[in-house]
């Protein structure tokens, strides 16, 4: 059973719009969600997070968004940059931090000129 | 900062053989996981670690053994590769004293059991 979901494997999005990309989880559990982005051949690195007692935070040019009572959020990149093309994965945990993350299947963002 | 290494970063292993992928990290973490990423499924948990000498087990971790003795180090060990473990390997390590902190990751470990 998959606890996080992300149901787009791919999103392509002109260089200077928005991207938005998406996440859904079942588990009530998760407390704390984060955003992870990944190059080929690295591994994942931190991007962004936001816990449960907020609706949204900013960071640049990111943004999450958190709808509880939909058990969904959303991770918006304005404006997109070549560079931010990579895989995303969300992920959450129960109690806060970075230990025993679960993650979702991850979306392909390929940001064209 | 290293940050967290794991190592090798490639490796071909025979049906059987057994192996420890290497993971240390430099920032004095507590915490230090072990997952593995294979083709629609995401990153999924092996074992993990809340510190020196307590590990516990994650959603995936049969055909796996791991220990923790030290801060620092972090081995996972295939008992007896099975070609099911082919996969990328990720070491992470976090710091357990913030709720609001992440998961550093290393570069990872590409391994094909054939």
């Known amino acids: 059973d998959q606890q996080v979901k992300q149901n787009s494997p791919s999103l392509s999005v002109q260089e200077g719009r928005i991207s938005i990309l998406n996440c859904d989880y079942t588990?009530?559990?998760?407390?704390?969600f984060l955003w992870y982005k990944k190059y080929p051949a690295e591994g994942p690195t931190f991007l962004i997070s936001?816990?449960?007692?907020?609706d949204k935070n900013e960071d640049g040019r990111f943004t999450v968004f958190l709808n509880k009572s939909a058990k969904h959020l959303s991770l918006h990149i304005v404006p997109s940059q070549p560079g931010d093309s990579a895989v995303y994965f969300c992920a959450a945990s129960e109690g806060g931090g970075g230990n025993k993350l679960t993650f979702g299947t991850g979306t392909q963002l390929k940001v064209e000129l | 900062n290293a940050g967290v290494t794991q190592t090798p970063k490639f490796q071909v292993l025979k049906t059987g053989q057994s192996m420890t992928l290497q993971c240390a990290q430099d920032?004095?973490?507590?915490?230090m996981s072990w997952y593995r990423q294979d083709p629609g499924m995401g990153l999924r948990l092996i074992h993990y670690?809340?510190?020196?000498?307590?590990?516990d087990q994650g959603e995936v971790p049969n055909g796996y053994n791991v220990s923790r003795s030290t801060t620092e180090d972090f081995p996972l060990r295939l008992l007896s590769a099975a070609p099911s473990q082919t996969s990328v390997y990720f070491c992470?390590?976090?710091?357990?004293?913030?709720?609001?902190?992440?998961?550093?990751f290393g570069q990872g470990t590409r391994l094909t059991v054939v």
């Open positions: 588990n009530s559990m998760f407390d704390y």
């Open positions: 992470a390590s976090s710091y357990a004293g913030s709720y609001f902190t992440e998961a550093f």
């Open positions: 920032m004095n973490h507590e915490y």
């Open positions: 670690s809340v510190g020196a000498g307590i590990t």
């Open positions: 936001i816990s449960s007692i907020k």
